[in-house]
């Protein structure tokens, strides 16, 4: 006799962030709306990117977080870039840092980013605050990974004990992500699993919690599945039918515990969790917050 389907909860992003930015909000305005500042570098006329940062300066603002934008030609040079970021980095009234990716080809984005400091790194992405993540100095984690354990946190999920895969390996949400499960307070056993894992079904289906960051559509289903898990989606595919993740919503319903819809779930909370970022950037260069 097989088992009954489960009741499989959706975990919006939309409830975590609202409770993130109100949080901040409440936070700044007890301790008399300091003066926080967040400066954006955008290169270039590529449109999601304006777009983009343009949501962030509204979150910032809605927040009572200051915000200034620095928009360059997609012809700057290194040398121009570098030198505004330069600049930037050696403003004590801006708190953190956040350059828009992808830059123009011809531009090298890691000699950009090694010129932000560690404190004002507030999208986690430079060698520095990598290795703070490691050494488990604090530092500020990528918005991303750091959006999912604020999603598993606002639906009680437990990690503790589980075991826990994540499906991709990059710098920018993968292996920080693995980290941040791992770490004392999470205590999660943690796989990775990447393109080159020959038995990815199976390393699934051994998980209590996967988190997907492939980029590949629908990749992760029914069969990858464990009654009861708990998926993460992170991956963004755009198909002619609109925009999906890494994870089959509507194959794995009755079986998993919980699922992230995509879009609607861990996507929208990136941007909160930059605000986050930045308030704690603000505390960590000596704001009274």
């Known amino acids: ?13 939309a409830p975590v962030r609202d409770a993130i930015l109100a949080g901040l909000a409440a936070r700044l305005a007890a301790a008399g709306n300091p ?9 270039g006329d590529d449109a999601p990117s304006a777009r983009y940062v343009a949501s962030k300066h509204r979150t910032a603002a809605e927040v009572g977080i200051t915000s200034v934008g620095v928009e360059m030609a997609a ?34 984005a890691d000699r950009v980013l090694a010129l932000i400091p560690a404190e004002k790194d507030v999208d986690g992405l430079t060698e520095t605050s990598l290795g703070r993540l490691v050494r488990g100095v604090p530092g500020h984690v990528g918005c991303t990974p750091l959006g999912v354990m604020r999603l598993l946190a606002h639906y009680r999920i437990e990690t503790a ?27 999660a056993t943690v796989t990775l699993a990447h393109s080159r894992t020959t038995d990815l079904v199976d390393v699934c289906r051994q998980a209590d919690i996967v988190v997907s960051a492939t980029g590949v559509a629908r990749s992760i289903g029914a069969a990858h599945t464990k009654r009861g898990a708990v998926l993460v989606d992170v991956g963004i595919s755009r198909t002619e ?19 992230t819809p995509m879009p609607g779930g861990t996507g929208i909370l990136t941007v909160a969790c930059l605000m986050e970022n930045t308030v704690a950037a603000a505390a960590m260069q000596g704001a009274r917050l």
């Open 1 to 13: 006799m097989s088992e009954a389907p489960l009741k499989t909860m959706r975990m919006d992003g």
């Open 161 to 187: 004990g589980t075991r826990a895969v994540v499906i991709g390996r990059s710098t920018l949400v993968g292996l920080p992500m693995v980290l941040l499960l791992a770490q004392k307070g999470a205590d």
């Open 241 to 259: 039918s609109g925009i999906v993740g890494d994870i089959d919503f509507d194959a794995v319903q009755g079986i998993a515990s919980a699922v």
């Open 35 to 43: 003066a926080v500042c967040l400066a954006t570098v955008l290169v």
């Open 75 to 108: 012809d700057a040079t290194q040398v121009q870039v570098e030198t505004e970021v330069a600049r930037l980095a050696a403003d004590p009234s801006v708190h953190g840092i956040l350059v828009q990716m992808p830059l123009p080809a011809h531009l090298d």
